[in-house]
């Protein structure tokens, strides 16, 4: 307990994140089993994607607001053209596994048993998906989302035309 006591007085913002994701995964997983169950039971990858999707709106506003609330410089809107460009990256990351336990590994009905298949589906996106994505995107959030002032100033003077003199001959 002593640990995880140090690990959010040292990294806020990770504390933050992950409570943030953990409400995100909540909303996912309502979306993504009541359209899987009861709408499009046939796309499965399709009602996952939609769950993260909405969560991923979600966590846009409850990153910038809370997890991530010192920082953020830049114009709201390259923030949010890099939250989403992020997003889609981790939408892909998180959506792969499920769609290689379904549709590379075969394990869908009727190959397999209906409980067979949604403990797959379960681990395979859900929580395998989950775990790369989250990886994925609390270090694209640092680093290029709302990285940390130093680090944008880093990154604006590198983009920023040269202002030396430029030797003349």
């Given at each position: 307990m002593?640990?995880?006591?140090?690990?959010?007085?040292?990294?806020?913002?990770?504390?933050?994140?992950?409570?943030?994701?953990?409400?995100?995964?909540?909303?996912?997983?309502?979306?993504?089993?009541?359209?899987?169950?009861?709408?499009?039971?046939q796309?499965?990858?399709?009602?996952?994607?939609l769950?993260?999707?909405?969560?991923?709106?979600?966590?846009?506003?409850?990153?910038?607001?809370?997890?991530?609330?010192?920082?953020?410089?830049r114009?709201?809107?390259?923030?949010?053209?890099?939250f989403?460009?992020v997003?889609?990256?981790?939408?892909g990351?998180n959506?792969?596994?499920l769609?290689?336990?379904?549709?590379?590994?075969?394990?869908?009905?009727?190959?397999?048993?209906?409980?067979?298949?949604?403990?797959?589906?379960?681990?395979?996106?859900?929580?395998?998906?989950?775990?790369?994505?989250?990886?994925?995107?609390?270090w694209?959030?640092?680093?290029?989302?709302?990285?940390?002032?130093?680090?944008?100033?880093?990154?604006?003077?590198?983009?920023?035309?040269?202002t030396?003199?430029?030797?003349?001959?």
């Amino acid at each position: 307990m002593q640990a995880v006591i140090k690990l959010i007085r040292e990294h806020p913002s990770a504390a933050r994140f992950l409570v943030v994701g953990g409400i995100g995964f909540v909303i996912t997983m309502v979306i993504n089993y009541g359209l899987k169950l009861f709408v499009i039971p046939q796309h499965p990858v399709t009602a996952l994607a939609l769950g993260i999707i909405v969560a991923t709106v979600f966590s846009y506003w409850m990153n910038k607001k809370w997890s991530f609330d010192d920082r953020g410089e830049r114009h709201t809107a390259h923030e949010m053209l890099l939250f989403v460009i992020v997003s889609v990256i981790g939408v892909g990351l998180n959506s792969a596994p499920l769609y290689l336990s379904r549709y590379g590994f075969g394990l869908e009905v009727p190959n397999v048993s209906r409980t067979t298949q949604e403990i797959a589906d379960f681990v395979s996106g859900p929580i395998i998906g989950t775990m790369l994505a989250m990886v994925f995107r609390y270090w694209a959030m640092n680093k290029w989302v709302f990285p940390k002032r130093a680090e944008l100033v880093d990154v604006l003077s590198t983009t920023s035309p040269s202002t030396s003199p430029t030797p003349t001959v």
